[in-house]
């Protein structure tokens, strides 16, 4: 059974990154002791004195001694009270004796066995009725003998420091085979980096053997009082055996997620196997079922497809071929699937669990297999995940390898409009999806396609006219191409196909323009993963180990899936249900409900799109008289373009005059502002940088030309696209409200920095593009290194103190380590990294990759530690630095940022329209907090957040944010990279239910 531990937190404010200090919980660290000769047998289950319920972690400055005299280092709890080294234990009343004291006054139990395991007096002369003595002068404990008569001649262990790190040095946290390293892995070896952790021992019901070990931050603020957290540990999933598979048609990503269930199956203890080629190599058996180890997964993070093959099976479609699948899967034990694929493969291997036991009570009669292993591998578990480029299954915001098709499709658009550009020519790209519009859809967002065309919703009738005449008027605007973009499966009202072809020879017939047509085709699933996909299949496939570790025999079969930025557990059938619901809808003309089936963010870009895609004539524009002003505030990032375009065209369609400030508060007191309108932003989402010009200038020296400026220019609202200078500004400007009335208007702020270090925001714009030039960069210098052999690479990456460019970084293009601000690490990190490393050279493996943030520490710099790692891998490996620096900054735009900045921008000018209406005829002056705010993603909700609020959630001196996300996924890169780590698994484990409005 997978063994999970829970710890509770206590009460206590957070303290900051260096004051925060920690318990944390070890049922032990001996547990290979227990199956060496002359180990201890474990006591039984029952015994008493065993600790069977969860421990309650306290601060670390209450963390004493137990009262009985039990080290904190023992192995068992206090024999009389059951307190695991604190006072009381939940669920319990408090023991009589109090925290701290000498004595313990609680009368134990008959027969409860002492402290150092030995056998109690009246139990090594047993007497009917008899209880053992207690005239022990230590702490109260019973004589006993070792095992004659007379007091135990153990004495009294004295306490141990509550600042280990300071006294005994950090726990070795070697990586997995490796030697034992000395530091606390804060780059890459070990549970947590948190400073003065205390360890606290207890032991688990029914052994003497400890089975994992836990860290928790009792002090952080970040988790609520008094919640349960629970942690999954190294080879608590002994004695499994897991397959994976792929199947169906390929995506990139695919890879990535079978390296993840592989590591973290090996990493939990279990048994993995290939099935190459899918339900047909599960059928087929032999040579078709492998068993996979650690290195047959490295190398495959940056290669599309999938390494273990995938085909269609019509052998699996029978019962027949479904008993041989069963009969090999037997063979080696294997009771768990995680299978890889579309609704198709996922329905299949319901099926198959649902058949499991028919299919083992067949094979028995068939003498094939006996009672025994009937009875023994009696449950199959199953789960899934999702690997499809159309991104056509519900439940799920994405599909493992959707982003790394719209990668492709917006290379070859960005490629397309140079030419047509040069030629005045219009270009009809189709690309996949027969029975999902989702590549169309964000595509045409992303590059700003004149028209589209969908499965979910046709156009209407009429629409020939109504295309020419849209294509004619941005001609006469002086545009000098039009892209249209068609769904494979794209049909009209009547359900009839509207083809690439029909389209073009409409627009010659029509308009006489020069048209060509370009069918993308397997191109789309083709070429190296992006970061995101990267990262999104090796969440996916970790959680998926965890589902099947947790699986009881009443589990349905689950599909991982990801909401918002949350990784959730869906009911398989239930999905699989819903998108056949999509397709009746389509097949039926319901239009409107295959729309909302699909989920509220396809209806979002929908509409989005059709906002920003058509405008209005004048005269159908309500005006408000109002003025709203854009600006760009800070270093430079990708996307930023795409949402000052998204605002202006949303801002003019709801009837706003907008206007353009120029290089940030700079410009802005100089009075540089311009009236921008619908034509002036036309080709903007391809475009990196800040095409209005930005600038790391603060508004507070220049308060008074500011509020000039708004008085002349008549401003009613800001939106200010930027990062943390933004943040700040948007600051100041709020606390200047009672000296200026000028400012007394919305403002809301708009995340977009390569660092991702605004507050009130999992994302910002510009962050995703960074993330793949790391990405690549990294999958070149590992092809490099690859080839001169025993080469390490330290690679230094921006972000200021903010991690998130190194760690996720690191998790996308599977590097060793990544050494970050958020976590302190010192010379034994450094050193155990090393060792790390020393032992990855004798492998196959024989490269390495380290990502450093920039700030991440101020002695240990780039130049220190590839001074190091040369030093001390003299030898072994020799080692190269790389600062990345300002290319991080440049590039096209991703289509995830163009796609978040067309959204987030749109529904911040959403946001203003909204509060001028409220102020609309009484001449409001908004002096409200809730009329300053960022908007920003945090897990599953877009939401608005008072600056005032945000103060109390930002580390002004650092310029991050007290919370952030991703460090939660610092252990998952560690454990891929072979390390030991605890993986916060709290938020996993509940089945939710599908909703299509939840998004």
């Given at each position: 059974?997978?063994?999970?531990?829970?710890?509770?937190?206590?009460?206590?404010?957070?303290r900051?990154?260096?004051?925060?200090?920690?318990?944390?919980?070890?049922?032990?660290?001996e547990?290979?002791?227990?199956?060496?000769?002359?180990?201890?047998?474990?006591p039984?289950?029952?015994?008493?004195?065993?600790?069977?319920?969860?421990?309650?972690?306290?601060?670390?400055?209450?963390?004493?001694?137990?009262?009985?005299g039990v080290?904190?280092?023992?192995?068992?709890?206090?024999?009389?009270?059951?307190?695991?080294v604190?006072?009381?234990?939940?669920?319990?009343?408090?023991?009589?004796?109090?925290?701290?004291?000498?004595?313990?006054?609680?009368?134990?139990?008959?027969?409860?066995?002492?402290?150092?395991?030995a056998?109690?007096?009246?139990?090594?002369?047993?007497?009917?009725?008899?209880?053992?003595?207690?005239?022990?002068?230590?702490?109260?404990?019973?004589?006993?003998?070792?095992?004659?008569?007379?007091?135990?001649?153990?004495?009294?262990?004295?306490?141990r420091?509550?600042?280990?790190?300071?006294?005994?040095?950090?726990r070795?946290?070697?990586?997995?085979?490796?030697?034992?390293?000395?530091?606390?892995?804060l780059?890459?070896?070990?549970?947590?980096?948190?400073?003065?952790?205390?360890?606290?021992?207890y032991?688990?019901?029914?052994?003497?053997?400890?089975?994992?070990?836990?860290?928790?931050?009792a002090?952080?603020?970040?988790?609520?009082?008094?919640?349960?957290?629970?942690?999954?540990?190294?080879?608590?999933?002994?004695?499994?055996?897991?397959?994976?598979?792929?199947?169906?048609?390929?995506?990139?990503?695919?890879?990535?997620?079978?390296?993840?269930?592989?590591?973290?199956?090996?990493?939990?203890?279990?048994?993995?196997?290939?099935?190459?080629?899918?339900?047909?190599?599960?059928?087929?058996?032999?040579?078709?079922?492998?068993?996979?180890?650690?290195e047959?997964?490295?190398?495959?993070?940056?290669?599309?497809?999938?390494?273990?093959?995938?085909?269609?099976?019509?052998?699996?479609?029978?019962?027949?071929?479904?008993?041989k699948?069963?009969?090999?899967?037997?063979?080696?034990?294997?009771?768990?699937?995680?299978?890889?694929?579309?609704?198709?493969?996922?329905?299949?291997?319901?099926?198959?669990?649902?058949e499991?036991?028919?299919?083992?009570?067949?094979?028995?009669?068939?003498?094939?297999?006996?009672?025994?292993?009937?009875?023994?591998?009696?449950?199959?578990?199953?789960?899934?995940?999702?690997?499809?480029?159309?991104?056509?299954?519900?439940g799920?915001d994405?599909?493992?390898?959707?982003?790394?098709?719209?990668?492709?499709?917006?290379?070859?658009?960005?490629?397309?409009?140079?030419?047509?550009?040069?030629?005045?020519?219009?270009?009809?790209?189709?690309?996949?999806?027969?029975?999902?519009?989702?590549?169309?859809?964000?595509?045409?967002?992303?590059?700003?396609?004149?028209?589209?065309?969908?499965?979910e919703?046709?156009?209407?009738?009429?629409?020939e006219?109504?295309?020419?005449?849209?294509?004619?008027?941005?001609?006469?605007?002086?545009?000098?191409?039009?892209?249209?973009?068609?769904?494979?499966?794209?049909?009209?009202?009547?359900?009839?196909?509207?083809?690439?072809?029909?389209?073009?020879?409409?627009?010659?017939?029509?308009?006489?323009?020069?048209?060509?047509?370009?069918?993308?085709?397997?191109?789309?699933?083709?070429?190296?993963?992006?970061?995101?996909?990267r990262?999104?299949?090796?969440?996916?496939?970790?959680?998926?180990v965890?589902?099947?570790l947790?699986?009881?025999?009443?589990?349905?079969?689950?599909?991982?899936?990801?909401?918002?930025?949350?990784?959730?557990?869906?009911?398989?059938?239930?999905?699989?249900?819903?998108t056949q619901?999509?397709?009746?809808?389509?097949?039926?003309?319901?239009f409107?409900?295959?729309?909302?089936?699909?989920?509220?963010?396809?209806?979002?870009?929908?509409?989005?799109?059709?906002?920003?895609?058509?405008k209005?004539?004048?005269?159908?524009?309500?005006?408000?008289?109002?003025?709203?002003?854009v600006?760009?505030?800070?270093?430079?990032a990708?996307?930023?373009?795409?949402?000052?375009?998204?605002?202006?065209?949303?801002?003019?369609?709801?009837?706003?005059?907008?206007?353009?400030?120029?290089?940030?508060?700079?410009?802005?007191?100089?009075?540089?502002?311009?009236?921008?309108?619908?034509?002036?932003?036309?080709?903007?989402?391809?475009?990196g940088?800040?095409?209005?010009?930005?600038?790391?200038?603060?508004?507070?020296?220049?308060?008074?030309?500011?509020?000039?400026?708004?008085?002349?220019?008549?401003?009613?609202?800001?939106?200010i696209?930027?990062?943390?200078?933004?943040?700040?500004?948007?600051?100041?400007?709020?606390a200047?409200?009672?000296?200026?009335?000028?400012?007394?208007?919305?403002?809301?702020?708009?995340?977009?920095?390569?660092?991702?270090?605004?507050?009130?925001?999992?994302?910002?714009?510009?962050?995703?593009?960074?993330?793949?030039?790391?990405?690549?960069t990294?999958?070149?210098?590992?092809?490099?290194?690859?080839?001169?052999?025993r080469r390490?690479?330290?690679?230094?990456?921006?972000?200021?103190?903010?991690?998130?460019?190194?760690?996720?970084?690191?998790?996308?293009?599977?590097?060793?380590?990544?050494?970050?601000?958020?976590?302190?690490?010192?010379?034994?990190?450094?050193?155990?990294?090393?060792?790390?490393?020393?032992?990855?050279?004798k492998?196959?493996?024989?490269?390495?990759?380290?990502?450093?943030?920039?700030?991440?520490?101020?002695?240990?710099?780039?130049?220190?530690?590839?001074?190091?790692?040369?030093?001390?891998?003299?030898?072994?490996?020799?080692?190269?630095?790389?600062?990345?620096?300002?290319?991080?900054?440049?590039g096209?735009?991703?289509?995830?940022?163009?796609?978040?900045?067309?959204?987030?921008?749109?529904?911040?000018?959403?946001?203003?329209?909204a509060?001028?209406?409220?102020?609309?005829?009484?001449?409001?002056?908004?002096?409200?907090?809730?009329?300053?705010?960022?908007?920003?993603?945090?897990?599953?909700?877009?939401?608005?957040?008072?600056?005032?609020?945000?103060?109390?959630?930002?580390?002004?001196?650092?310029?991050?944010?007290?919370?952030?996300?991703?460090?939660?996924?610092?252990?998952?890169?560690?454990?891929?990279?072979?390390?030991?780590?605890?993986?916060?698994?709290?938020?996993?484990?509940?089945?939710?239910?599908?909703?299509?409005?939840?998004?």
């Amino acid at each position: 059974m997978c063994v999970f531990q829970y710890v509770e937190l206590a009460s206590g404010a957070g303290r900051g990154r260096a004051e925060r200090t920690a318990a944390r919980v070890s049922v032990g660290r001996e547990s290979r002791s227990a199956s060496q000769p002359g180990a201890r047998p474990p006591p039984p289950r029952d015994a008493p004195g065993v600790l069977s319920r969860p421990a309650l972690a306290l601060p670390a400055n209450d963390v004493t001694p137990p009262p009985c005299g039990v080290p904190s280092s023992g192995r068992c709890p206090c024999p009389t009270c059951g307190a695991p080294v604190i006072s009381r234990a939940p669920n319990q009343s408090p023991p009589a004796h109090p925290r701290g004291s000498r004595t313990c006054d609680a009368a134990p139990p008959a027969g409860t066995p002492p402290t150092c395991g030995a056998i109690p007096a009246s139990a090594a002369s047993p007497t009917a009725g008899a209880a053992p003595t207690y005239d022990d002068p230590r702490v109260g404990a019973p004589a006993h003998t070792r095992p004659g008569p007379g007091p135990c001649p153990k004495p009294r262990p004295r306490p141990r420091p509550r600042s280990l790190s300071r006294t005994l040095g950090p726990r070795p946290s070697p990586p997995i085979g490796a030697g034992a390293g000395r530091g606390r892995g804060l780059g890459g070896g070990s549970e947590s980096g948190a400073r003065g952790r205390v360890p606290i021992a207890y032991c688990a019901p029914g052994r003497a053997a400890p089975l994992c070990l836990l860290a928790m931050d009792a002090d952080d603020s970040r988790a609520p009082k008094g919640s349960l957290r629970k942690f999954l540990e190294h080879l608590s999933g002994a004695g499994k055996a897991i397959g994976v598979l792929t199947s169906g048609g390929d995506a990139q990503g695919m890879n990535a997620a079978v390296r993840a269930v592989v590591r973290m199956g090996i990493y939990v203890g279990a048994k993995v196997y290939f099935i190459y080629e899918g339900y047909q190599g599960m059928v087929d058996g032999g040579s078709n079922i492998a068993e996979a180890d650690w290195e047959s997964v490295s190398s495959i993070l940056q290669v599309g497809g999938t390494i273990i093959g995938s085909a269609r099976c019509q052998a699996f479609r029978t019962r027949e071929g479904r008993l041989k699948a069963a009969c090999n899967l037997l063979q080696r034990g294997i009771t768990n699937l995680c299978v890889i694929g579309g609704d198709g493969s996922l329905t299949g291997a319901n099926l198959f669990r649902k058949e499991w036991s028919g299919l083992l009570e067949e094979l028995a009669r068939n003498g094939q297999i006996d009672k025994e292993a009937v009875q023994k591998y009696a449950y199959l578990n199953v789960v899934g995940m999702v690997g499809s480029i159309d991104n056509d299954f519900c439940g799920t915001d994405m599909t493992i390898g959707t982003d790394s098709a719209l990668h492709r499709i917006i290379e070859v658009v960005d490629a397309i409009m140079t030419t047509a550009q040069s030629h005045q020519r219009t270009f009809v790209l189709e690309v996949m999806g027969r029975h999902c519009g989702y590549l169309a859809l964000v595509s045409a967002l992303a590059c700003g396609a004149d028209w589209v065309f969908l499965p979910e919703s046709p156009p209407e009738e009429g629409w020939e006219e109504q295309m020419c005449v849209k294509l004619s008027e941005n001609r006469a605007r002086k545009k000098r191409l039009n892209i249209i973009i068609v769904a494979e499966g794209a049909i009209d009202t009547q359900n009839k196909p509207i083809t690439s072809e029909k389209i073009k020879e409409l627009v010659v017939t029509q308009l006489g323009y020069d048209t060509r047509v370009t069918i993308l085709g397997h191109v789309q699933r083709g070429g190296t993963p992006s970061a995101f996909d990267r990262i999104l299949a090796s969440r996916m496939g970790v959680e998926a180990v965890i589902a099947l570790l947790e699986a009881t025999p009443d589990t349905p079969a689950c599909v991982v899936s990801l909401n918002g930025n949350h990784a959730v557990r869906l009911p398989l059938m239930e999905c699989v249900q819903m998108t056949q619901d999509v397709q009746k809808a389509m097949d039926e003309r319901r239009f409107q409900d295959a729309v909302r089936l699909r989920g509220r963010s396809f209806a979002g870009n929908l509409n989005t799109y059709k906002r920003l895609a058509i405008k209005l004539p004048d005269d159908q524009i309500p005006k408000t008289n109002c003025n709203v002003a854009v600006i760009n505030v800070g270093a430079p990032a990708a996307g930023m373009n795409a949402a000052v375009r998204s605002a202006v065209r949303v801002g003019i369609a709801d009837g706003h005059r907008m206007l353009a400030i120029y290089d940030g508060f700079d410009g802005f007191a100089k009075g540089q502002i311009k009236e921008i309108g619908w034509t002036d932003v036309g080709g903007w989402t391809g475009q990196g940088g800040s095409i209005l010009g930005t600038k790391r200038v603060l508004p507070g020296k220049y308060l008074e030309e500011i509020a000039t400026q708004m008085r002349t220019h008549s401003i009613n609202a800001l939106l200010i696209i930027g990062g943390f200078e933004a943040y700040l500004g948007l600051l100041e400007l709020s606390a200047a409200r009672e000296k200026h009335e000028e400012f007394c208007v919305p403002m809301v702020m708009v995340p977009a920095t390569v660092s991702n270090n605004v507050p009130g925001s999992d994302f910002s714009i510009g962050a995703d593009t960074a993330l793949n030039t790391i990405t690549d960069t990294c999958d070149r210098i590992k092809q490099s290194a690859s080839g001169t052999k025993r080469r390490v690479f330290i690679i230094e990456t921006m972000g200021g103190y903010c991690g998130y460019l190194a760690n996720m970084g690191g998790l996308a293009a599977g590097a060793d380590a990544a050494y970050i601000f958020e976590e302190p690490f010192d010379i034994r990190d450094l050193q155990s990294n090393v060792e790390h490393l020393t032992e990855k050279m004798k492998t196959t493996i024989q490269r390495g990759l380290v990502l450093r943030n920039e700030s991440c520490s101020e002695n240990y710099t780039t130049d220190f530690i590839y001074q190091l790692y040369s030093e001390e891998g003299k030898g072994v490996f020799d080692c190269r630095k790389n600062v990345l620096g300002h290319m991080q900054q440049g590039g096209a735009p991703s289509p995830f940022d163009r796609n978040f900045g067309t959204k987030i921008s749109a529904r911040a000018m959403e946001w203003i329209t909204a509060k001028l209406k409220e102020a609309r005829g009484r001449g409001k002056k908004f002096t409200t907090d809730d009329s300053v705010c960022v908007l920003g993603i945090s897990k599953r909700n877009v939401i608005f957040q008072p600056v005032a609020e945000l103060k109390k959630q930002t580390d002004f001196e650092h310029r991050i944010p007290k919370e952030q996300w991703w460090l939660k996924l610092r252990p998952l890169m560690k454990i891929l990279a072979k390390y030991k780590a605890s993986y916060d698994v709290s938020d996993s484990g509940q089945l939710e239910h599908v909703q299509p409005w939840s998004v």
